[in-house]
């Protein structure tokens, strides 16, 4: 317990020191950070490797209300990545975002204060602690957003997610005010057989999705989601798509331990909104040429294949089939974690990108291997885990998650597994598209412009962090045993009963075997591919005309391009071309956009409608500070005169 | 299920040796069909070993614009479809090796095999490259799709997510299961072309850039690096057929009488593949993914008549 709160306290006050200093502030917050991460991971693996856990009950916050944490195995499993990103970020950010930079000292102040909101949220046990953990990571998080707040794009991107953050706060008091009728308590807890099958409980259900999915980012609820990862800095983009969306999953993981009975349509929901997620996540990311965009649109998908996992593991729960529901939540909560160290690890490194050539956009960069070797090798890495490819953790997550569609194909004529299953094949290789794409076109080939030709590897103190999230890819790829047992409990502290262990359902040393084979097979072939004779010092084959240019390379655009169009029901793309008619063509150009479908194609154009009507409204708000509290006041005597009736 | 160690261990020794040293015979075979069709005489069945052994002997040439990806790109075919290769049974069931989810693994291998090998071809920075892993990646998705739904039918029964339970079902011989192996047949069938870049799909032996998907690609490639990309694409026809088989082949449970078949299996898919490339010609680029469709839909009706 003391571990947690030295972690808690450890990193609350990261960024305290260094404003009163005037220099190494940011070694001193990394150097927190790192270790409230070592105190809090202890403290997290004790739990997970089955020692005890504990519970606090706070007497009275100062809201008045009793509070209290319980650091179970799921607060435990969900903190590892909360500390592991924040300490990765923040070392990360000492070159990254240094003294003099705009806003550097409040932005360290910033991220320790959300690290400690989260991993404060993680183990809230009471609906108020909860709240006031969520309400103080979102506007936290906003601050975040709006760090570069000369820019007009991040301050935009900073009040969409503000507000969208507060209508699922909205909606999740009235969540907790359903659930708490039901209970009689704010206490988090089981509710009563029979409540989630009630009208009641239908209602709540639907608002707890509204307000977790506006967090996770679900289709359609993502539209804030890619300009605020975009516009952060990168490190907290890491720490925001890595971690921040996940504590919409927590919430709904939450959800699924009180409830003992999961309706069948809970389960169908969740796969059929994980679908829609992943594939028009996966599509919408293929048409981004902001790299950082593109990154953020794939954490959409990857928020879908975590609902496909717990959806497909709520349908085993509700028809009673435990391994179903094993491989699904086991697959859900292990990508839950691969995806914070593959995304944060994705996001380091194009911040990197980034930072050596000053643009985001893809057309611009090209052949960076070069320069940037490691920053290279670590988004290689990042890559082929996200990807889902072997060996690397993202195969084994995704590996759970098929397993358990194929194991309920034999029931009934429900038609989700096979959607799951559909979905997983079809993400995975749009994925696959969309991340040769991004490597292909920023790191290899020749450079497309004179900044990507300049650009110089990044320093030692930001790419330690990514070799570490690098390596734990690989960890959980080569070794997926060592993470079997501590799911297993996690597993058992959301279902209330023992489930069958995951060690059993699927055969983990075939996997770490295998993966051997396949490095051998790998070394032996290079070594005996690269013995022979060999010429380097040759072009591209340029067809024996004039050698290839950097220009006529194939861009993100055009490697995107038939992918794209082929999806017209699902992707709007706008090109603006003047096509070339006459003889002697005169120099044109040709521009390609793909806007959000949500945010651009129905969000705006509607609001926009809706505002104009409602116009003669205006008048309520006068923007005078006293008729507001008269509007309060009488709202209140309203309320006071309803309740005495 | 007990089976002597002596005799799997004889059945794994086979199936290696069969991947490793026969499947460069399958491409003899299908252009011995193909110049046999067009009265020509044609190179011999063995052309390849002949090429292969010419070409580790000769000089590489790296592009000054390459990176180690370039290398990854044939090291990693040839690596992860020798690996896929132990998960299907050949001639003898089950495989070497099989576990629940071997299936997937056995997808994902051929996905690893494609993201390197279009990398690699990025890395050269042509025009031409580009244009084929676009390609690539467009037609993959169907595929793939196509392959998965083909799994879902034969795991409609049993549940069961490796690949020596799915391709041991009665298949073909079961009046209830007919109707739908036939389908999952024809939609491999068409992946199995479109995968091993063939006719009408992609047409191994052109010489216009413009028009390749695969061969372009590999545009790049010379000596040693090329020799692994032959002998890669080889395995995969070899590997890919082995799966298509599973669906057909009786399983009598007599060694001899199943390796035999198998092997009779991969001849008469090799002549097939002869023959429609004798008889069709290229689809238009923008015709493929019609194509492919066509796969997935024989796929997803495979399913679909199961859950009646």
């Known amino acids: 317990m003391s571990l947690y709160w030295t972690a808690l306290l450890l990193s609350a006050l990261s960024g305290v020191p260094g404003l009163f200093t005037a220099r190494k ?255 028009m996540g996966v599509a919408l990311a293929l048409g981004q040429h902001d790299l950082k965009r593109l990154l953020a649109y794939h954490s959409i998908e990857n928020i879908g294949i975590i609902l496909l996992g717990i959806g497909l593991g709520t349908l085993g729960r509700s028809t009673g089939h435990p391994a179903v529901m094993a491989l699904g939540y086991g697959g859900a909560m292990l990508h839950v974690l691969n995806h914070g160290l593959f995304k944060g690890l994705l996001f380091l490194s194009a911040g990197a990108v980034a930072q050596a050539t000053g643009t985001r956009n893809l057309d611009q960069m090209g052949g960076l291997a070069k320069a940037m070797p490691g920053t290279a090798r670590a988004f290689l890495v990042g890559a082929w885990a996200i990807c889902g490819l072997p060996p690397l953790n993202g195969f084994v997550s995704e590996l759970f998650i098929y397993l358990a569609a194929f194991q309920a194909l034999p029931w009934s004529r429900s038609p989700w597994p096979a959607l799951a299953l559909a979905a997983l094949a079809l993400i995975g290789a749009l994925a696959l598209a969309c991340f040769a794409k991004a490597y292909g076109i920023v790191f290899l ?201 | 299920m007990a089976e002597p160690v002596l005799i799997r261990s004889l059945h794994i020794l086979l199936q290696v040796l069969a991947v490793l040293a026969l499947s460069p015979l399958i491409p003899g075979l299908i252009n011995r069909v193909k110049a046999t069709l067009a009265g020509r005489t044609g190179p011999p069945v063995l052309q390849l070993y002949h090429d292969l052994a010419k070409l580790s002997g000769k000089a590489a040439l790296f592009s000054r614009t390459t990176t180690g990806m370039f290398l990854a790109g044939p090291v990693a075919t040839v690596a992860a479809v020798l690996v896929a290769s132990l998960l299907v049974p050949f001639g003898h069931l089950p495989a070497p090796i099989h576990f629940q989810g071997d299936a997937i693994l056995f997808i994902y291998l051929f996905g690893l095999a494609r993201f390197l090998t279009v990398l690699a071809a990025l890395d050269t920075g042509s025009s031409f490259e580009g244009m084929g892993s676009a390609r690539e990646v467009t037609f993959a998705p169907l595929a793939e799709l196509a392959i998965f739904l083909g799994f879902a039918a034969l795991a409609k029964a049993s549940g069961s997510a490796s690949l020596s339970d799915l391709l041991a079902s009665p298949g073909l011989a079961h009046a209830r299961s007919m109707a739908p192996s036939c389908l999952v047949l024809a939609g491999w069938a068409i992946v199995y072309l479109a995968e091993n870049s063939r006719i009408p799909v992609d047409d191994p032996n052109t010489h216009l850039e413009l028009t390749m998907i695969h061969e372009v690609m590999v545009l790049d490639h010379s000596g040693r690096p090329l020799a692994l990309v032959l002998y890669g694409a080889s395995l995969k026809l070899m590997v890919l057929g082995a799966l298509i088989l599973g669906l057909v082949l009786p399983r009598t449970g ?26 069709t010609s290229r689809l238009a680029m923008a015709k493929v993914p019609q194509f492919l469709m066509v796969g997935v839909l024989a796929s997803a009706f495979a399913f679909l008549i199961l859950l009646v």
């Open chain 2, 254 to 279: 007599r060694p001899w009488l199943d390796w035999g078949a198998f092997g009779l299996g991969q001849m008469l898919l090799a002549a097939g593949v002869g023959v429609v490339e004798s008889v």
């Open chain 1, 25 to 279: 502030g940011g070694t001193v917050s990394a150097a927190m950070l790192t270790l409230a991460a070592a105190c809090g991971l202890a403290e997290a693996a004790r739990v997970l490797s089955g020692g005890s856990r504990w519970a606090l009950q706070l007497p009275a916050t100062p809201l008045g209300a009793a509070g209290a944490l319980a650091f179970d195995p799921i607060a435990a499993f969900f903190l590892i990545p909360v500390l592991v990103l924040s300490a990765c970020g923040s070392i990360y950010g000492i070159r990254y975002w240094p003294d003099h930079h705009e806003n550097a000292r409040r932005l360290r102040l910033l991220l320790g204060l959300l690290t400690a909101f989260t991993a404060l949220l993680v183990a809230a046990a009471h609906m108020i602690t909860f709240l006031v953990a969520w309400e103080g990571m979102a506007i936290v998080a906003f601050f975040l957003v709006i760090t570069e707040d000369r820019e007009a794009a991040a301050r935009q991107a900073g009040w969409l997610y503000l507000i969208s953050t507060h209508v699922g706060t909205l909606c999740l008091f009235g969540a907790f005010a359903l659930t708490a009728g039901a209970t009689g308590t704010f206490q988090f807890g089981l509710l009563p057989a029979g409540f989630a099958t009630s009208a009641r409980g239908s209602a709540a259900f639907g608002l707890f999705l509204l307000s977790f999915g506006l967090k996770a980012g679900v289709l359609p609820l993502h539209y804030w989601l890619p300009s605020a990862h975009a516009a952060a800095p990168s490190h907290v983009s890491s720490f925001m798509s890595g971690v921040l969306i996940k504590t919409g999953i927590l919430g709904m993981i939450r959800l699924l331990s009180w409830v003992p009975d999961p309706p069948l349509w809970w389960g169908g929901t969740f796969v059929a909104l994980g679908a829609l997620s992943g594939i």
């Open chain 1, 445 to 645: 080939g020749a450079p497309r412009s004179p900044a990507a030709a300049a650009a110089a590897e990044a320093p030692r103190s930001m790419r330690v962090p990514m070799g570490i999230l690098a390596l734990g890819c690989l960890l959980i790829g080569l070794a997926p045993g060592l993470a079997a047992p501590a799911l297993d409990r996690l597993l058992q502290a959301m279902t209330g009963r023992p489930a069958p262990p995951l060690a059993t359902l699927v055969t983990l040393p075939a996997l770490t075997a295998l993966a051997g084979l396949l490095l051998a097979l790998g070394l032996l072939l290079r070594r005996w591919a690269k013995r022979g004779a060999s010429a380097r010092d040759v072009p591209t084959w340029d067809c024996g005309f004039d050698p290839a240019t950097p220009r006529m390379q194939y861009t993100a655009s055009s490697f995107a391009d038939s992918l794209v169009s082929a999806m017209p029901w699902a992707l709007w793309p706008q090109v603006r071309w003047r096509k070339l008619t006459t003889l002697f063509p005169w120099p044109t150009r040709y521009e390609s956009h793909l806007p959000d479908p949500v945010l651009d194609g129905v969000g705006i154009p509607l609001l926009e409608r809706l505002a104009h009507r409602l116009e003669r409204l205006r008048f309520f708000q006068a923007g005078h500070l006293p008729i507001y509290l008269l509007y309060v006041m009488v709202t209140l005597f309203l309320l006071l005169l309803w309740t005495a009736v």
